[in-house]
């Protein structure tokens, strides 16, 4: 007895060894690069650090200038918008492939392949492309709206169009990922249901609703969380198609781009900090939120 | 009656699905196509679909202006050591987070997932001092340094490891096994598929990232491919035919691995939705 | 328990550790001075960082030349897309690991210099053969700060109108002539430019080196006064200036703005799309190396009420003051001052800054009227305003601006404006 309680003990000993051992890189690293740079940009935000790093303590002053910024105000309501209008858009448009894909149709494994290139696609090379498709002087887009009749759209230069042409490259360049995901889940739905409701004479339109969007709900609720909190931290696109010489940088600007401009552009790295801390408490909101409505619609047992 | 319905819905199915791939694959037909035009065909207006004559200088072009070729080989390496480095850090450490018991587990857990929900774009300049203080810049290192350890990788190789059912453990723990010899020889094998997931999911980011090369690496030889790419399109005159033909050089590498290995690439990816 | 403690500290120790690795200062290794030695024995990196690449051609002739004197010192090239450059450039100053030598300009210098990025080169043209008196004494000034000198100027610039023969040709109007006038230039414009928009006469950019600072001059107002304590913008000369600009907005002469912010304006002018371009003096060399080789000439701006006024400008090679071999960085800042690579700069189609060698630069482009940028250099040019964080008030000027471009607001109320943050940001410093 005595002697088989000392061989758990040594054995929890090595265990533990063990444990701390093999997370110390992981943990190291994240301190390093993770950890320390959030007390930093904490910190920093209470601070006047303005270009090379030379900075005084300033109280809150950054938070209060951060709220009386109508350019900041103006970059939160374009995060809002990207976030509204990407976030559903590409969960519709990406459910919808999903559900098609499911059929018993032909060439579905092309289909998946294809829808799934633009996911692979560097972000530079993609903005690049429809940089050059949007140009209104140029632009390929622009010489088909022409030939139907239409009258040219600057897309990326005007204030109405820049944000809703960023949204479209957005949500073209992530259907395809998460209709994949989705897929997956929707595959993942017991037969036994369809062949059910089959019996009971529902046609397709009727499973897809009745069976398919509730049994999806779990993978569609980690789209969703990955998705948002992605399209809030959206850079490289808006950052390469509305630079800042743009006549429409202002209104295609989002938190993230906003708070990188004045970091590296214009030498404001107290005032970027404070934007820094207000966008991770947004995020941090959002989260728990999300976490506590999930039961409300999400559907776990299977 | 029944039957012709079920026609129909399949044919509006299909309308569907070709219109999207047409959305889809018309930028990267257009990249192309500009890409074999001159500088003066490029910009005409109204625009030629078809080259008149192909050019392919352009592609030439890219490799004179910037140093395209070291720009893949600095990518390449990035990429690659980006994924060593998830494999052997995140699944040690999440071995240890699904399997082994020690104080203070649970809490560094939970700290671990708040490292998720940040976006690390807001962190690229506290990254950037320490960096220049361990004096990496404009090094190789520089470019993966930082990405080296993933929140998300230990958290999704996590769930593979907790998966897996705890007789396999017992058995070699009994034969007298170290944990670490039970983590290396028996238990990482087992969750093959995770390891390939968190793999393609890096690649996807390493090979893409631009923010963090952008400003990390000021040298044109020390750039990769996506900062290449920004740099090019920045210069004063802008030469598309020769963008468009970087971007395709760019996007190509990535997209023939793909080609070939899109079963593990699309699993991998579906994966990590069901385990997240 | 114990193990719980131990755990612990454990854990702090691994975190404490990472954050003491990067929170020690590193040792910059204070410079010793190097001993006493012979030129031939100076060796090593030099790190240069610059913005153009266009420039490319030049810089690789100095540097074959410059490695027969020098062979020990290897020169490495960083060049950057201008956009990205001031956000490198700033990260890197940051912590001290700049390039050894960088491109520096007017807007910038008194910001890097009072934040201690650049050394003060006094010290080495004393050994010198440089003599800057025989550089424009402007651009000496302009890198002459708080009594010290930070820099040689290689090159400078100033503005001129770029145009499209064939285009006038076509439209059938006479070419432009250096003594022409402002109204002369809108007329011109007017008849260049087609019923369908496929050509306009020229482009009303919002560009204060290319555009309204040269106007501001001419109608002789001022950006920020001499003593640079306020703002010139509430004058009328100087609203004169900006409304000049403004007046052409309705003609319908120019692509719109919103056309020039998403296709840079040299990038129309070159697909001849526009006709006329006021545009610096270093544009020779992408003219030279695009399909209007032979089809493009220039002349000297327009009068405006019988006065004219171009802004000169000219960039430095500075000396990181973090770099950790100054010697030999100078040995290259000093070779890009002197007469050899000068004349390669004027032969690759830039400007060069030294007495004498300017006029290599217009022989060896016979083809165009580049005499006209020396004339106005020497006859009615005005250095470009500078104030110690110009980028402070620049940013609301732009801003401003765009609102008067746009026809939102009148120009009078925003320049009254822009006068107001500019004096307030003016007093701060």
């Known amino acids: ?238 950052y390469m198609l509305v630079p800042n010489t743009s006549m429409a940088a202002g209104s295609a600007q989002s938190l993230v781009v906003y708070f990188y401009r004045n970091a590296f552009s214009y030498s404001r790295r107290g005032y970027a900090s404070a934007i820094a801390v207000v966008l991770l408490a947004i995020i941090m909101a959002i989260t728990a939120v999300q976490l506590k409505v999930q039961k409300y619609w999400v559907n776990y047992d299977e | ?125 506290p990254q950037y001092l320490i960096v220049q203080k361990l004096g990496l810049l404009n090094t190789i290192v520089a470019l993966f340094l930082p990405n080296l350890f993933s929140a998300f990788g230990t958290f999704l190789l996590r769930q593979f490891f907790m998966s897996l059912p705890d007789e396999l453990e017992d058995a070699a723990r009994l034969d007298g096994c170290s944990r670490f010899m039970i983590y290396a020889r028996i238990m990482l094998p087992l969750i093959r598929s995770g390891l390939a997931a968190l793999g393609i999911i890096t690649l996807r980011f390493a090979w893409n990232d631009l923010m963090w090369p952008l400003i990390v690496n000021t040298s044109t030889h020390k750039m990769t491919l996506s900062a290449g790419l920004s740099y090019l399109q920045g210069q004063r005159w802008a030469d598309y035919p020769a963008m468009m033909a970087g971007a395709v050089m760019a996007v190509l590498p990535l997209l023939v691995l793909f080609i070939v ?3 593990q690439f699309i699993e991998g990816i579906a994966m990590s939705g069901i385990k997240g | 328990m114990k193990k719980k403690v131990l755990a612990l500290l454990l854990c702090v120790g691994l975190a404490a550790g990472g954050l003491g690795g990067c929170g020690e200062p590193d040792a910059p290794g204070k410079e010793t001075p190097e001993a006493e030695s012979g030129e031939e024995t100076i060796s090593g990196e030099v790190h240069m960082a610059y913005w153009a690449i266009e420039f490319d051609g030049y810089l690789n002739r100095c540097i074959e030349e410059f490695n027969k004197i020098y062979p020990d010192i290897k020169i490495v090239l960083e ?38 990025v650049m050394e003060p080169i006094d010290g080495y043209l004393e050994n010198s053969d440089i003599d800057l008196n025989r550089y424009p004494e402007g651009m000496v000034q302009l890198y ?14 100033t503005i001129g109108v770029w145009y499209n023969k064939k285009l006038f040709d076509a439209a059938g109007v006479p070419y432009p002539k250096d003594d022409w006038t402002w109204e002369e230039m809108v007329d011109t414009a007017r008849q260049l430019t087609k019923e369908d928009k496929s050509v306009y006469g020229m482009a009303t950019q919002l560009e204060a080196q290319q555009c309204y600072y040269n106007t501001i001059f001419a109608m002789g107002g001022e950006v920020i006064s001499e003593d640079r304590k306020s703002s010139g913008f509430d004058k009328a000369e100087t609203q004169a200036g900006i409304q000049c600009w403004v007046d052409l907005q309705e003609e319908e002469i120019s692509p719109s703005l919103a056309s020039l912010a998403e296709t840079a304006p040299d990038v129309q002018f ?27 000439d220039v002349v000297e701006l327009p009068s405006m009420n019988g006065n004219k006024g171009t802004v000169i400008h000219g960039v430095i090679n500075a000396i990181s003051s973090a770099s950790e071999n100054k010697e030999a960085a100078w040995k290259w800042v000093e070779f890009l001052g002197q007469e050899k690579a000068n004349v390669i700069c004027a032969e690759e189609g830039i400007i060069p800054a030294l007495e004498g060698t300017p006029e290599k630069w217009v022989s060896a482009h016979p083809q165009y009227n580049l005499q006209s940028f020396i004339t106005s250099a020497e006859n009615y040019s005005y250095a470009y305003p500078v104030s110690e964080n110009s980028a402070v008030w620049e940013r609301p000027m732009i801003e401003n601006l765009k609102k008067a471009y746009c026809l939102e607001v009148d120009v009078k109320e925003a320049c009254d404006t822009i006068a107001k943050e500019m004096n307030e940001a003016l007093a701060k410093e």
């Open chain 2, 1 to 125: 009656m029944k039957k012709k319905k079920l026609r129909m819905g399949h044919v509006l199915a299909y309308l569907f699905l070709i219109s999207g791939i047409l959305i889809t694959v018309f930028p990267f037909l257009w990249m192309i196509l500009t890409s074999l035009k001159s500088q003066t065909e490029a910009i005409r207006v109204p625009p030629t679909i078809f080259p008149a004559k192909l050019i392919f200088e352009n592609y030439v072009t890219v490799f004179e202006k910037i140093p395209f070729a070291r720009m893949y080989l600095n990518t390449i390496i990035s990429a690659v050591v980006t994924i060593l480095g998830h494999l052997v850090i995140c699944s040690m450490a999440a071995y240890a987070f699904a399997r082994l018991k020690f104080p203070g587990r649970n809490v560094i857990f939970m700290l671990l997932l708040a490292v998720l929900m940040i976006p690390s774009s807001l962190f690229i300049l």
């Open chain 3, 270 to 296: 070159l697909s001849e799309r526009v006709a006329m371009l006021w545009y610096g003096s270093w544009f020779v060399s992408a003219v030279e190396a695009s399909d209007l080789v032979n089809d493009v």
């Open chain 3, 79 to 116: 060049p950057a897309a201008w956009d990205e450059y001031w956000t490198k450039l700033e990260a890197a100053s940051t912590g001290g690991s700049v390039a050894d030598v960088f491109w520096m300009n007017g807007p910038n210098v008194m910001k890097y210099v009072n934040g201690g």
């Open chain 2, 261 to 263: 290995f899109q079963k």
């Open chain 1, 1 to 238: 007895m005595g002697k088989r309680g000392k061989k758990t003990n040594i054995s929890s000993i090595k265990e533990r060894f063990w444990g701390y051992t093999m997370i110390a890189p992981l943990v190291t690293g994240l301190s390093v690069f993770y950890f320390y740079p959030v007390i930093k940009v904490f910190f920093d935000s209470f601070r006047d650090v303005g270009a090379f790093n030379q900075g005084d303590w300033c109280g809150i002053r950054n938070y209060q200038e951060l709220f009386a910024d109508p350019v900041m105000w103006q970059a939160l309501g374009n995060t809002l918008k990207y976030v509204v209008i990407i976030v559903p858009g590409m969960l519709l448009l990406s459910l919808i492939l999903a559900a098609l894909l499911n059929m018993n149709i032909k060439g579905r494994s092309l289909f998946r392949v294809i829808y799934f290139i633009p996911a692979i696609t560097m972000g530079a090379a993609v903005a690049m492309i429809w940089k050059w498709i949007y140009n209104g002087d140029y632009g390929i887009l622009n010489q088909i709206l022409q030939l139907c009749g239409f009258e040219k759209i600057r897309f990326l230069g005007e204030e109405a169009t820049a944000l809703p042409a960023v949204c479209v490259v957005c949500i073209w360049g992530s259907v395809g990922y998460n209709m994949i995901i989705l897929l997956a889940g929707i595959q993942g739905i017991s037969k036994t249901y369809y062949e059910a409701a089959a019996i009971d004479g529902a046609g397709g339109i009727r499973q897809f609703f009745n069976i398919t969007l509730p049994m999806v709900t779990p993978t569609l609720f980690f789209v969703l969380i990955t998705n948002l909190i992605g399209t809030f931290q959206t850079f490289d696109a808006i």
């Open chain 3, 144 to 157: 002459h700060v708080n009594g010290k000198q930070y820099g040689i100027p290689f090159t400078f610039d």
